[in-house]
Structures are given as structure tokens and as C-alpha cells.
């Protein structure tokens, strides 16, 4: 894809103390993106907090969760003076936006949309009524959203499957803006889905989630890490028998987060038999801790120096604001005819 010039936005919620498969699913790909298209165009980056009060009503928790997404991302290497970084909440044009977009937007499609279909759908199999816990955040959370990426002339958006109709919602509402006013007002974005990502499984098999409390934390401590990586479930083939490296779920693991070298080495280990899960596991341990001990040395840095993070997220915003204060003027002049 020729990202030559273009704008590309990315959005991250602040629910979750971060593990090793929304890093190698998430987080790498989007820093070596900004590295990439910062050298021609504009790579956005924001941490969605607004997003986030839908689901997290602890205030304490948020404000954790919020300086630890921060932090790991410049941590891994995101660049601010080529990225624009900001927090959501920093940028007040974008409610503006939003109250605009609403205007544009057919309840129709709030209805259909995934995230508030799956909580009716939860509440349906526990018996309860349809909307029960469900606040109108979450329900109008893709005009937030389309708010988020129209407010930037935004080209492009990464995105993990579950967030396309998400960016469809935000290219159906400025196309009919730009319809009715007879213009190109807001510029219509498109989603590209990452191929390089992959999905890493949990140590229990089943895809690494915070939700199933089967993570690798990313930045654990030395013994959290190893306690995680040694409870990675293995079967009880003999340590002699060949075996298929594709049947073996620390295979999967090291896979997504070894280098090149390991995994082979693990590769013909297993195939050729000799080569025990302890062994495996000491192995994958080792190349995580290779991977993220810097990294991790960084985030405690910015995690005990948060006010120099704080400044480099005001920068941000100040640069996010200076973008999307002439996108909502411009909207403006449209519908109120200015
Ligand atoms: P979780 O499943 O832990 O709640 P999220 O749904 O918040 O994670 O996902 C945040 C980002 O990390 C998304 O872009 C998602 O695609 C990516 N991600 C989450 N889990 C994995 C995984 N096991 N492997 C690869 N990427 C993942
Ligand atoms: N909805 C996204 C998620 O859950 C986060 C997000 C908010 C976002 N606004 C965005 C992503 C704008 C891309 C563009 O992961």
C-alpha cells in the first residue's frame, strides 16, 4: 500500500494493563508504522480516554491505565516529534465534531453497531432487558470515533477487524455530509487491516486476552514474566517423540515473540525430538526478557517521571488542536452557512 503523504491515525483505549499479544499485535506495528510514514506525511497516535469512561467508572484505576498506555508506548519507541501523541480529552474540538456528527448520524446505525449489539446480546443470554448497563457512551461510541478520525483530514486507519465497521460508520457520515452540502467538507477516510498481525495465544491456549487471565504481562517484573511463562500448558508426549511444532502451543508462543534463530532452533528440537518444554520454556523466556528488558527499564522511567511525559502529551495536543480546529471550522461554515 503507498502511504506516501498520507494521514494516518490510530487510537488505543485505556482498559487494560498491557501483555506480549497487544504488542506484537498492536503496539510494534503501530511505532514501526510512524516511523515509516512520518518521513512523508502524518502519523497520529492518541490514547482514546473519552472511549475508555464508557467502560471504567474507577477513577484511580483510569488515571492508571491512562499514564501506563502513554508510557508504553513512547517506551517502545514511539517518536513524539514525529507521531502526534495526545490524550483524546486534551483535544475539546473533537466534542465539538461529535455533537455535529450526530446530527448526520442515522440512529440506525448505532443499532448495528458490534460493540453495542454484543452487550444486548449479553444481557440477553443473562435474561435481562435489551439496553440494561448500557450507557449512551458506549451506544454512540462510532460517532465519537468517526470523530476522532474525521477531525484530521485522517487518509487511513490501522485497524484489527472488530474496529472495520467502525471507520465504514465514519466514511458513510461524512459522505453524506459532503452529499447534502454539495462538497468535499470532510475528507472520507478508509480502514487498511495490518497483515503483519498475529494473533498470540495465552498460556492457556486460547488468545492471549485480559479478559481470560491468560496473559504475559509486557512489563512485568522478572519473576511475573517467568511465573507466566512457566505455566504455559504443555501435554505429556515423550520428551524423545518427534513432534509436529504446529500441535505445540509453546511453539505458537515463541513463534510470535522469538527471533528468527529460536524458532528455528525449536522448530527442529521438536520435529527431531529430544527437546523438552522446560527447555522450550527457558528459551521463550529468555527471548522475551531480550525483548522488553530495555523497553521496560525506559517505562519505569516514564512511569516515575510522569510530568516530562506530561509535556510531550501537551505538545501533542497543541498540534492535534491546530489540525482539527480548522477541519471543525470548516465544518461549521458548511451546515451554519457561514
Ligand atoms: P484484550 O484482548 O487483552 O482485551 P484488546 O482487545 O484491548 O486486548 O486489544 C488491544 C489491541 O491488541 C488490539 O489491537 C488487538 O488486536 C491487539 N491484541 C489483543 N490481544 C492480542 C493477541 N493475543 N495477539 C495479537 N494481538 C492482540
Ligand atoms: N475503538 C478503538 C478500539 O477499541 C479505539 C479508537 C477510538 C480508535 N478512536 C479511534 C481507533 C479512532 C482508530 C481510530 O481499539
Redesign the pocket.
Same mark, same amino acid.
Not at 197 to 202: D, E, F, I, R, Y
Not at 207 to 211: E, N, R, Y
Given at each position: 500500500m503507498d502511504l506516501q503523504g498520507k494521514t494516518i491515525l490510530t487510537g488505543?483505549?485505556p482498559? %487494560?494493563t498491557l501483555?506480549i %499479544?497487544?504488542y506484537?499485535?498492536?503496539i510494534r506495528p503501530a511505532i514501526e508504522l510512524g516511523h515509516h510514514v512520518s518521513q512523508t506525511g502524518r502519523h497520529i497516535m492518541f490514547v482514546a480516554d473519552y472511549h475508555a469512561i464508557n467502560a471504567i467508572k474507577d477513577a484511580v484505576l483510569l488515571k492508571r491505565l491512562r499514564k501506563e498506555i502513554a508510557c508504553v508506548y513512547l517506551a517502545c519507541g514511539l517518536d513524539p516529534n514525529q507521531s502526534i501523541f495526545y490524550m483524546q480529552s486534551d483535544v475539546p474540538e473533537l466534542f465539538e465534531m461529535t455533537t455535529i456528527l450526530m446530527a448526520y448520524t442515522p440512529k440506525g446505525f448505532m443499532n448495528k453497531a458490534h460493540a453495542y449489539k454484543a452487550a444486548v446480546d449479553k444481557n440477553h443470554i443473562k435474561g435481562e432487558p435489551a439496553d440494561s448497563g448500557i450507557n449512551m457512551g458506549l451506544y454512540t461510541y462510532p460517532v465519537l470515533m468517526a470523530s476522532d478520525i474525521l477531525s484530521y483530514d485522517t487518509d487511513l486507519v490501522p485497524v484489527?477487524k472488530d474496529q472495520i465497521q467502525h471507520v465504514e460508520i465514519a466514511a458513510d457520515i461524512a459522505g453524506s455530509i459532503n452529499a447534502l452540502y454539495q462538497k468535499e467538507v470532510l475528507k472520507i477516510p478508509s480502514y487498511f487491516v495490518q497483515e503483519a $498481525?498475529?494473533?498470540?495465544?495465552?498460556i492457556d491456549g486460547q488468545?492471549? $486476552?485480559? $479478559?481470560y487471565n491468560n496473559?504475559i504481562p509486557l512489563f512485568g517484573t522478572d519473576a511475573e514474566i517467568k511465573k507466566a511463562v512457566m505455566s504455559i500448558k504443555t501435554d505429556c508426549q515423550d520428551i524423545n517423540a518427534p513432534k509436529n511444532p504446529e500441535e505445540i502451543l509453546l511453539y505458537h508462543i515463541i513463534r510470535?515473540i522469538a527471533p528468527d534463530t529460536v524458532v528455528q532452533e525449536v522448530k527442529e528440537g521438536l520435529e527431531k525430538g529430544g527437546m523438552g518444554y522446560g527447555t522450550i520454556k527457558k528459551m521463550l523466556l529468555a527471548s522475551i526478557l531480550q525483548e522488553v528488558s530495555e523497553k521496560r527499564e525506559k517505562y519505569n522511567n516514564y512511569m516515575a517521571h510522569f510530568d516530562d511525559v506530561q509535556d510531550m502529551l501537551n505538545e501533542g495536543a497543541k498540534k492535534a488542536r491546530a489540525i482539527a480546529r480548522p477541519v471543525l471550522e470548516r465544518t461549521k461554515d458548511a451546515v451554519f452557512a457561514r
Open positions: 488505543v483505549k482498559t %487494560g501483555h %499479544g497487544n506484537v499485535g498492536a484489527g $498481525s498475529q494473533t498470540l495465544p495465552g488468545k492471549m $486476552s485480559k $479478559s496473559v510470535g
